[in-house]
């Protein structure tokens, strides 16, 4: 299968309500999905042979500070026989930003969803070693989250009069 | 859990007294090319377990990139696989032009090709050789840096820098190729062949070379999969994947080029997948060179490409884009997308969120080294330390690109 509307009709067969909204951004078929209903959506992708998306190539969070579900996940899918990519987008809640993890049926998720982690703070259910990779274990923040400025906020030793700002 | 393991062994003795000891590997160790630890359990010479540390030299590369206007980004891009930059300022370059629906004349796609393919040279040159001096033979290794110093040579021509290259404006490139940079094109082009037959004459068929590294690190093609793996190294598993072929850009489908595949997906099959690439590449620069189309080197999208400076001193237009462009302020679309592009050991992919600012929402790369270094203890368990550090180089990790 590599048509685009035949994927997301068959996605829609398959979660029913859980598949939220259908668009294509930039040739590249984009699914937004119930975060309950990601892993069974993933495992059908990749499972069933009609579909065939076996490859994950990129998996990773983005911050979205002012909506109400302001953390999200995306995945993108390969299905490489076909040729074919997809692109799977998930919102999280701000209280709780927990997804079941997918390192099950894809073993490259396992660092990509540690990263995601390390940045965003969004806990993957069910990960075998969920730790911060890229940051030291101590940090006690998510720097890829917008609330974070680019400088370190604990520094001590910059005067903001000097750099034109507001002490 | 594992780590736990690891960490207690290194304190109390081992927690099997006297089967297995723990040894640290790196962070910096001369036989791992670039800043990985790992902290291996051995019996004796055998690898028991392993386990990565990553992340010595992150340098937040995304947070940066949220905080900087698209043509301070290309900066950052050289410094993700430092052994192949162009490819990286090109990919990048390639995806902001796929945002801004922006179409390069066909000058431009070859002369990027051109460097593209460079890069890939010099960057397999490298991991090749370093195979070479990780199994004991380091004149190949001296030996091919010869041409690789030509390589670098051509990018300091083209761009003026040799290492952290910044090649390329959003659109096309900042100057035509000057008649020394097609000279010493041609040069190499000239004197590679018959350096990299005799590279070859050295490694290939050699026995000693052979019995290190067939076999060795050895991953299936279902594995290799799973893991995410892309490039030489998927290649040599048997999958005939090339985002050059798959999903060509910049003008890829006008050229014929073999993929080259292996079939065991160990050492001795990542080195030959290099091996053939490198000619492959050679070929595709003179055929680019050869059927390099005349036209403008960038493309006509005043709105993101600076002016020429004698127009900004002369016309208000031309001055106000400049003023425009140096500050940042290019009005990208609002938008999402994914591009990738071959780089040197995989799909190095960008995905890039617009919200239409002066500075990307989001960047994400897509970095192929991060994700198929973690396929590592599984491939060098229940083998001999040599060979985990052989694996290594094989599978050409590079730092910078690893922990961004």
């Not at chain 2, 206007?69 to 390639?94: A, E, F, K, V």
């Not at chain 2, 290649?235 to 489908?253: H, I, K, L, Q, T």
């Not at chain 2, 595949?261 to 490198?278: A, M, S």
């Not at chain 2, 060098?380 to 180089?393: E, F, N, P, R």
Request: net charge negative; proline share 5%.
């Amino acid at each position: 299968m590599t048509g685009n509307t035949e994927i997301a009709q068959a996605v829609r067969n398959q979660a029913g309500e859980g598949l939220l909204k259908e668009e294509v951004l930039h040739d590249m078929l984009t699914l937004t999905v119930e975060a309950s209903k990601l892993h069974e959506i993933l495992s059908f992708l990749k499972d069933t042979p009609s579909m065939g998306y076996t490859f994950l190539t990129d998996l990773c969070g983005v911050h979205y500070p002012d909506e109400s579900l302001p953390f999200a996940v995306v995945y993108h899918l390969h299905n490489m026989r076909a040729n074919h990519r997809i692109r799977i987008k998930t919102y999280l809640t701000a209280e709780n930003p927990a997804i079941d993890t997918v390192s099950d049926l894809f073993s490259a998720a396992n660092w990509m969803e540690r990263e995601t982690y390390d940045f965003y703070g969004i806990t993957f259910t069910g990960h075998p070693n969920l730790i911060r990779i890229l940051n030291v274990e101590y940090l006690d923040y998510f720097p890829l989250r917008k609330e974070y400025p680019l400088e370190d906020p604990t520094r001590e030793d910059k005067d903001n009069r000097f750099f034109g700002r507001e002490a | 859990m594992k780590n736990e393991q690891l960490k207690q062994s290194v304190g109390t003795g081992s927690n099997e007294p006297g089967k297995y000891s723990t040894l640290n590997l790196g962070p910096t160790h001369p036989a791992t090319h670039g800043i990985f630890q790992n902290v291996l359990k051995m019996d004796g010479e055998i690898v028991v377990e392993a386990e990565q540390t990553i992340g010595y030299i992150h340098r937040a590369f995304e947070k940066l990139a949220e905080h900087r206007p698209y043509n301070q980004i290309t900066t950052i891009t050289d410094r993700l696989n430092y052994c192949s930059s162009p490819i990286n300022n090109l990919g990048w370059i390639m995806t902001v032009e796929k945002l801004f629906g922006i179409k390069t004349p066909k000058r431009v796609d070859y002369l990027r090709i051109i460097l593209m393919e460079l890069a890939r040279i010099a960057d397999h040159l490298v991991c090749n050789s370093v195979i070479g001096v990780d199994s004991g033979a380091l004149t190949g290794f001296v030996y091919v840096f010869q041409e690789r110093e030509r390589i670098y040579e051509i990018y300091e021509e083209v761009s003026g820098a040799r290492l952290t290259t910044n090649m390329g404006r959003i659109g096309g490139f900042e100057r035509d190729f000057s008649p020394t940079a097609m000279k010493k094109l041609k040069e190499l082009l000239d004197h590679l062949p018959s350096v990299l037959r005799e590279f070859e004459k050295l490694l290939k068929r050699n026995r000693i070379f052979m019995d290190r590294t067939i076999g060795v690190g050895p991953i299936s093609a279902e594995r290799a999969l799973n893991y995410g793996f892309t490039g030489p190294n998927l290649r040599a598993a048997g999958v005939d994947y090339d985002v050059r072929v798959a999903n060509p850009y910049s003008s890829y489908e006008d050229f014929k080029f073999d993929i080259p595949i292996g079939t065991q997906g160990d050492t001795y099959d990542r080195f030959c997948v290099r091996q053939e690439e490198l000619w492959q590449s050679i070929q595709l620069v003179k055929d680019a060179m050869n059927n390099l189309p005349e036209g403008p080197y960038h493309a006509d999208v005043p709105e993101v490409y600076l002016p020429p400076k004698q127009l900004v001193y002369s016309k208000m237009e031309s001055l106000i884009w400049h003023f425009k462009i140096v500050m940042g302020e290019i009005n990208p679309p609002v938008g999402e997308v994914y591009h990738a592009v071959e780089g040197g050991n995989g799909e190095l992919g960008f995905y890039l969120i617009s919200d239409g600012g002066r500075t990307p929402y989001r960047l994400h790369f897509r970095r192929p080294g991060f994700i198929y270094y973690q396929a590592y203890p599984e491939m060098i368990t229940g083998g001999v330390l040599s060979d985990a550090i052989l694996t290594m180089s094989s599978m050409n990790v590079i730092a910078g690109e690893l922990d961004a």
